[in-house]
């Protein structure tokens, strides 16, 4: 299965309250990175940075390899490249990158923070992943909990199903795949991966657009999205993003 990425591009940009839930996600990504205590010289690999990149604030590494398959995405980032500067951006998709002579030998870290899922062949993009890591470095995942608050609620009434079947966003997004925490550590340990940190986090009670409608009036604000995001450790299985930090063996 491949995408349509012109299609694709205009369902993302167009996606309500995205915009808001990739600052909250993006924090928790860093967290992960500090937590896993590499050197400052690190090469690291990030995969799909959409619209909010993770090589843009971390101040210190070695080299950094960025690849954005959407043309448009990447002409974005490509302009917030400072003139000299130790990232290299890649308009490819991993498969291409990782058959090209432009990959390393091996990376510290991959980041692949809410896109795994939009993958087609996921599996064999992980295995890949698996094989740019050199024993001992790290890979950071993140994808949407198919078994999240939000989605238990709407399968109360009716709105979303829970679990391996995908949502009307999902399907919209032209995903094929979901996870739950267990699928996913079970997933990435059949590969090989240790498993380091895994959770769920940022309590969402609606789905998107009743949480962007919400926002805009006012009845939510970023003081209510805080909350929602420091209570995750209340209901750890049930947040809406799964948050994964492995190590090769």
């Known amino acids: 299965m491949s995408k349509d990425l012109d299609k694709y591009l205009r369902d993302y940009l167009d996606l309500p309250f995205e915009r808001i839930f990739e600052a909250y996600r993006h924090t928790k990504v860093l967290e992960l990175i500090h937590s896993a205590n590499l050197s400052k010289s690190i090469k690291f690999l990030e995969i799909g940075p959409g619209l909010n990149p993770i090589f843009n604030v971390i101040k210190e590494f070695g080299v950094a390899h960025i690849l954005e398959p959407v043309n448009e995405l990447f002409k974005i980032n490509k302009e917030k490249l400072p003139k000299?500067?130790?990232?290299?951006?890649?308009?490819?998709?991993?498969?291409?990158?990782?058959?090209?002579?432009?990959k390393l030998p091996s990376y510290d870290l991959i980041i692949l923070s809410s896109v795994l899922h939009e993958i087609p062949e996921y599996q064999k993009a992980l295995i890949q992943c698996f094989n740019?890591?050199?024993?001992?470095?790290?890979?950071?995942?993140?994808?949407?909990?198919?078994?999240?608050?939000?989605?238990?609620?709407?399968?109360?009434?009716?709105l979303h199903p829970i679990g391996e079947?995908?949502?009307?966003?999902?399907?919209?997004?032209q995903q094929n795949v979901s996870f739950s925490i267990t699928s996913l550590q079970n997933e990435l340990l059949e590969i090989g991966f240790k498993t380091k940190v895994l959770k769920s986090e940022f309590i969402k009670i609606f789905p998107h657009l009743i949480m962007q409608e919400l926002f805009n009036q006012k009845v939510l604000d970023e003081q209510i999205l805080d909350f929602f995001s420091k209570i995750s450790y209340l209901l750890p299985d049930f947040g809406s993003e799964i948050f994964y930090l492995g190590e090769k063996p």
């Open 84 to 102: 000299v500067s130790l990232v290299n951006l890649y308009n490819m998709s991993l498969e291409d990158f990782f058959n090209s002579n432009f």
């Open 132 to 158: 740019l890591l050199s024993s001992g470095s790290k890979i950071i995942i993140v994808v949407p909990n198919n078994r999240s608050l939000h989605r238990l609620i709407g399968q109360e009434s009716g």
């Open 165 to 173: 079947r995908l949502t009307k966003t999902e399907t919209m997004m």
